[in-house]
């Protein structure tokens, strides 16, 4: 008997019908001896319908009342599901973030988890309820409604697994786990049933659909194993999946495990600024202090006491980072800023590539040889990724795939 | 200066237009040198939205689940209500009820207020903000999510305006007040500009629909001056409207002061059940523990130890209490039960009625003179009201409303 935290996302939840399949699947967990806890998306389209109602008043309008109409989207889908539940028999109680609760910090529409208070669920599981959490949203000191951003319900699942002890935290989504790269982009895309936390961070932050970024950082703080499988697959004790968790129990050692990639950054470059200390602070600071994530940071040895200095953010927020950049250049005198938004990033991921010289020259051979070029690099230890014009994505994503023996077969 | 509370309905706030156009019309208040708190209902057509999701899950459903669902929708609106305040440049906050808090019991769907903690709201009204508050729900003392039922944004917005000692409730509907019948049924029905509490309180019980009962009710209680206005006509400082007030500050004395009706009501009958006591509470006490309400109740002088007993429900809570019924039948051994919903109540209104004989007798002569058979009888001090076939009911209200004198003109 385990304690386990499933996240179910928007399409998993889009109909009544879907909600009851859920709740079924919910049902066989918890006849197998489980406790579970659920946490759930709004129901697709959802989102998207509120942030036209947001629109039509005021795209600009304040943060605090966003998250206020936002967070109703969960809601919905929690008393669903628990009345999806009950109706067949199986115990349930809903919660809002609020109620759990979820404290997080004050910045609306980005906020960061502080504290989970984890008795009444604990009370909830002692008495054989499911228990069934909304994801995306906490609240303040104050009691105001805040919601996660992007992604946040798989935050949410991955901070209440980790605040429970849970065994392992089970993402279901529309794909049965992690492959070694997109299978829309590259048919011969292998399944892996057994990824590093490590290898999972870079996979996601690089642009994996499958698992938020943040989530994957919490899992990986925290050591709480994640499980990527289906909400459409038939139902089984052991379904096709991928567990991430920790790197001494990923046996299989490659060199490169998977091809990340990503089109939803642009690039912003402002030229010729002075090659100084604190240099680095002035550009990126009102660009932090806006609440914008800056991705990819890079800055070349000076010449003649100037420098660039190139980052990258996702697109939506390239309007506001790039009037701060403009002011930012005024201040410095700077000759110019450069932004472009057709571009996209793509990454070689694999804990091999530590004790594996040789890698990072490799990829830029094979993407030299179908004339890609390669605008800018960045590096870890266990991923390169580069950015290179957005019409090669696919090209570059194929012959690194093929290129780094990752096919299936 | 004086504190407002006002509330708007579904309709008035069914668009992100029809939200702006509030803001401005509150903003207006504001500019006049008010306080205003406004109480705001779900978009039109969301109520049944979620009413349609909750039915394709389960519709007897767990009533703990529907009130996390349907409070979204309010939730939606502060949201947005707030929104289109402060882009227009005045200072606005929302409330959920549990933010507020509007303490209420633990009968979820139809939940009653215990308490309002008005500290926050004080607060924000004295930094300049308008106080947006999501009408229609609360919290219990658990802090889960009640709705208060039918009309609840009526009475959030009348207990509001009680806990913060508000000068006037205003309440913002489709039609600027109230009128001496329904004006769709009988074209010459006259607008009234000012009504006592206590008639009003008949005239919203009868199935006027401008008020609803329970909000009425609550502003007879507290002696809360309410004042019925349209969302839909120019705004100017004196707006046609009706102000429904103590008795004593209404001058004008007639006997009858309107025609109310109702077509929601279903009558079930018991026949042949022990004149004897307690009888009554054998009957109704499983109605009201099922947390149905009872409007009439008859019961005739008994024959041969037997008597008849009579109760009108709501429509929708017909089937329920029939079932109910007849279980009290067979625990009996009563003759029978009998079921009708298509009735319809019609009811005449007026302080005046006090000191004068002979109007309940006037109405029974002019519904028999049009061949109208009286089905019920019931009366207060006030009102007398009837319970006639459904297809008598237009008849029945414009040979009332022309017999005592209150055509336009």
Redesign the interface.
């Known amino acids: 008997m385990a304690l386990i935290v499933q996240k179910y996302g928007g399409t998993s939840v889009g109909t ?2 879907r ?2 399949a859920v709740a079924e699947r919910v049902i066989r967990w918890v006849q197998r001896g489980h406790d579970v806890v659920v946490v759930v998306s709004a129901m697709s389209g959802e989102t998207n319908r ?1 942030v036209g ?2 629109n ?3 795209p ?3 943060a ?6 936002l ?2 989207g969960e ?2 889908t ?3 599901l ?3 539940l ?2 067949k028999g199986q115990d349930a ?2 919660y ?1 973030g ?2 759990v609760k979820i404290l997080t910090d004050e910045v609306h529409t980005k906020a960061r988890i502080r504290h989970i208070d984890d008795g009444p669920m604990r009370a909830d599981l002692a008495q054989g309820r499911v228990v069934i959490v909304a994801g995306f949203q906490g609240v303040d000191a104050a ?3 805040t919601t996660l951003g992007r992604g946040g319900s798989d935050t949410t699942a991955v901070a209440l697994a980790v605040a429970l002890k849970a065994d392992e935290c089970q993402i279901y989504t529309d794909v049965d786990g992690v492959y070694t790269t997109d299978p829309r982009v590259e048919p011969q895309a292998r399944h892996m049933p057994l990824l590093s936390l490590e290898e999972m961070l870079e996979m996601a932050s690089q642009g994996s659909k499958v698992l938020q970024i943040r989530a994957v950082e919490f899992a990986y703080k925290y050591d709480m194993p994640l499980r990527v499988l289906s909400s459409f697959d038939d139902d089984s004790a052991t379904p096709k999946s991928t567990l991430v968790t920790r790197e001494e129990d990923v046996m299989e050692e490659v060199m490169v495990r998977g091809i990340a990639f990503n089109r939803d950054e642009a690039q912003l470059t402002i030229s010729g600024v002075p090659d100084q200390p604190g240099i680095a602070y002035q550009i990126l600071g009102p660009v932090s202090d806006a609440n914008i994530e800056v991705d990819m940071i890079i800055q070349n040895v000076g010449r003649d006491g100037l420098t660039d200095f190139t980052f990258t953010v996702h697109r939506n927020d390239l309007a506001q980072a790039s009037l701060l950049l403009e002011q930012t250049a005024e201040k410095l005198d700077a000759a110019r800023c450069k932004f472009d938004d057709q571009i996209a990033k793509v990454s070689i991921v694999g804990a091999g590539m530590r004790s594996h010289a040789g890698v990072a020259s490799k990829m830029f051979k094979v993407l030299a040889d179908e004339g890609i070029n390669i605008r800018l690099v960045s590096t870890s230890e266990i991923k390169v990724s580069v950015v290179v014009d957005e019409k090669y994505l696919e090209l570059a994503v194929r012959v690194l795939h093929e290129a780094f023996g990752l096919a299936a077969g």
Chains 1, 2 share one sequence.
């Open positions: 009544p019908e909600i009851k509120m109602l947001i039509a008043i005021d600009a309008g304040a605090r009342e966003k998250d206020v109409i967070a109703t809601q919905v929690i008393g669903l628990s009345m999806a009950q109706s109680r809903s809002t609020g109620q009691s105001n409604i």
